[in-house]
T-cell receptor, first 116, second 116 residues
């Protein structure tokens, strides 16, 4: 049981390049989330999914797209990377327990992305 | 709307001393409160959470937090610090549902350093 895994761990891009970050979970969780973490700002929600085939925008969605074709995978895409997207990206998943608001989110180890 | 303020971006204590990390929140709905810990180069993991019931919540690794509604606070404490407690700690509030998913709002984080 690996929990939440993220690929790759590190990446350096040039401005304008594209890439896809992969998040996979083996806990059969319905909900999946993508966050970015910047110094002094905590974590901010980019996009999320409440189930296979569904996605929605979070707090900072501009410049990102997502897809959830399979329940266990949640992909985050950058179509044309910008230096402002230099950040650490975390994926999380959760299973509805008693109520959605009290769910525990399980986080992956993160992807450190630098855009030059 | 919801927000979280963590007082002090860096806290340093001696090994064996009391650890106190401060968190204040604001919420337009009854809040659910979380503390997550992030060890170096790892993802976040749940320390403890308050949902309903007892306001003193015990978590892993000897940490506990008390929900004080009148003070809108959820401070994290540990009686005796250990070197392995060095990490970044995030307070988060939930309670609002966005299109069926949990909206978790994080504070900016507090980096805890333990001096030998």
């Amino acid at each position: 049981n690996a929990g939440v895994t993220q690929t790759p761990k590190f990446r350096v891009l040039k401005t304008g390049q594209s890439m896809t970050l992969l998040c996979a979970q083996d806990m059969n969780h319905e909900y999946m989330y993508w966050y970015r973490q910047d110094p002094g700002m905590g974590l901010r929600l980019i996009h999320y999914s409440v189930g296979e085939g569904t996605t929605a925008k979070g707090e900072v969605p501009d410049g990102y797209n997502v897809s959830r074709l399979k329940k266990q995978n949640f992909l985050l895409g950058l179509e044309s990377a910008a230096p402002s997207q230099t950040s650490v990206y975390f994926c999380a998943s959760s299973l509805r327990e008693v109520a959605v608001s009290t769910d525990t989110q399980y986080f992956g180890p993160g992807t450190r992305l630098t855009v030059l | 709307a919801q927000s979280v303020t963590q007082l002090g971006s860096h806290v340093s204590v001696s090994e064996g001393a009391l650890v106190l990390l401060r968190c204040n929140y604001s919420s337009s709905v009854p809040p659910y409160l979380f503390w997550y810990v992030q060890y170096p180069n790892q993802g976040l993991q749940l320390l403890l959470k308050y949902t309903t019931g007892a306001t003193l919540v015990k978590g892993i690794n000897g940490f506990e937090a008390e929900f004080k509604k009148s003070e809108t606070s959820f401070h994290l404490t540990k009686p005796s610090a250990h070197m392995s407690d060095a990490a970044e700690y995030f307070c988060a509030v939930s309670g609002i549902i966005i299109q069926g998913a949990q909206k978790l709002v994080f504070g900016q984080g507090t980096r805890l350093t333990i001096n030998p």
